[in-house]
């Protein structure tokens, strides 16, 4: 897929909560997810040297990402912390459940992520999931530098722009998938990542080295991580 990158408005982004719907989406989004293999895909990256004390997930949602990443990252470390950040208060209580019982301290972050990563302290790592996509250039740009202050390594699992893909997201109605994630899906693509993107707007600072691929058919791997 040659075209350039297209952010459009994702309807669950828009939808109240407490909306049927949404709830319906956030379901069907953790089964997508869950095909997809994306908790095992970050927790290889965060793994690679070690699993980090203190995670922090950009736009964490209902918690239920950080549980399955937990999950697939296996022992927690000692005194290991996991930082949920997202603007709206969506933690699900099974989800903080499993994280305590897996070992994790939980901190909930209600603050736009912008205004977070201004104001937060050293962390050992941050993971976002299906999230960079959401921004512009110029503001993706701006999150990337912000979150290299804040911590030596970056993982984000995003949409792979490209045909395949795009397919794939059409034919999510074959498992049952509901109009709303049938939209955001496409979207989703239309906005998402290839060949060096994310790397390209990675600040350019000595002492980062930065890896950018496909994974599967459908998703984008970008790992920072400070020498």
Do not use: Y
């Not at 205004?115 to 512009?136: Q, V």
């Not at 109009?179 to 979207?187: E, G, I, L, Q, S």
């Amino acid at each position: 897929m040659n075209s350039p990158r297209r952010i459009e408005v994702e309807w669950l982004d828009v939808l109240p909560a407490e909306d049927p719907r949404a709830q319906r989406s956030r379901r069907e989004l953790a089964r997508v997810n869950a095909l997809m293999a994306n908790a095992g895909l970050v927790a290889g990256c965060l793994r690679a040297r070690g699993t980090p004390a203190s995670i922090v997930e950009l736009g964490a949602g209902d918690g239920r990402f950080a549980l399955r990443l937990a999950r697939a990252l296996g022992s927690a470390p000692s005194g290991a912390t996991m930082t949920l950040v997202d603007r709206l208060p969506a933690l699900d209580a099974d989800a903080r459940r499993g994280l305590e019982a897996l070992g994790w301290r939980v901190e909930i972050a209600t603050a736009d992520v912008f205004e977070w990563l201004e104001a937060a302290g050293p962390h050992g790592a941050i993971a976002c999931n299906l999230f960079l996509h959401h921004f512009e250039d110029e503001a993706l740009a701006q999150l990337l530098a912000l979150a290299s202050r804040r911590t030596h390594r970056f993982v984000a699992c995003e949409p792979r722009r490209s045909n395949i893909a795009g397919i794939g997201a059409r034919l999510l109605g074959a498992i049952g998938c509901s109009a709303v994630t049938r939209h955001d899906a496409v979207a989703s693509v239309r906005a998402g990542f290839c060949d060096g993107e994310l790397t390209a707007l990675w600040p350019r600072k000595a002492g980062w080295a930065t890896e950018e691929r496909a994974r599967g058919l459908f998703s984008h791997v970008f790992v920072a991580e400070r020498s």
